[in-house]
């Protein structure tokens, strides 16, 4: 008797494990991420704060190092030693790949995501079929948009700042 109960109390425990869903965690984060868009490479640290602001300095390219992209709702600014720029909407490269990238964390931000079973959450993002795949805890691993041969990779992430919704 106390096998059986010991079997379902187990079998209980597993399966509410395996039930519960994931919401990703992307504000108050700072993270290096390694991207891909078509057949460029690029490589950055980022932070994402509470108010869903984002600051990139790049960190590859060796032609971009240390440009730092700064995103927050529609607008782009860019700094370089000093200077400061405010391209119009996608006009400089770099900046609209880097909306590509912000454009789905905000859309998720926005919106009240969750993960798949298996860490996935799939959504359209600009018309695009795109993935977020996120640990366990929420946080990002891997952002995908296969029509735009868009990815990137995050590492090294790191919980800044304690979000409540």
């Known amino acids: 008797m106390?096998?059986?109960?010991?079997?379902?109390?187990?079998?209980?425990?597993?399966?509410s494990c395996g039930s519960s869903?994931?919401?990703?965690v992307l504000k108050g984060i700072t993270f290096f991420a390694e991207m891909t868009y078509y057949n460029e490479s690029y490589a950055f640290e980022g932070e994402l704060f509470s108010d869903g602001s984002l600051v990139a300095v790049i960190t590859a390219p060796e032609e971009l190092k240390d440009l730092t992209l700064?995103?927050?709702?529609?607008?782009v600014t860019a700094e370089y030693k000093g200077l400061t720029y405010t391209p119009v909407e996608g006009?400089?490269?770099?900046s609209a790949v880097m909306s590509e990238f912000y454009a789905p964390i905000k859309e998720i931000n926005q919106k009240s995501f969750v993960a798949d079973s298996n860490g996935k959450i799939?959504?359209?993002?600009?018309?695009?079929?795109a993935t977020l795949t996120v640990s366990p805890t929420g946080l990002p691993q891997k952002l995908e948009i296969p029509?735009?041969?868009?990815?990137?990779?995050f590492y090294n992430i790191c919980v800044k700042e304690e979000v409540n919704e």
């Open 2 to 15: 106390k096998k059986l109960v010991c079997a379902v109390l187990v079998c209980l425990i597993l399966c």
């Open 21 to 24: 869903k994931t919401q990703p």
């Open 70 to 75: 700064t995103l927050n709702g529609d607008s």
């Open 91 to 94: 006009s400089m490269p770099f």
């Open 122 to 129: 799939k959504f359209n993002s600009n018309g695009c079929e």
């Open 147 to 153: 029509d735009e041969r868009f990815c990137i990779m």
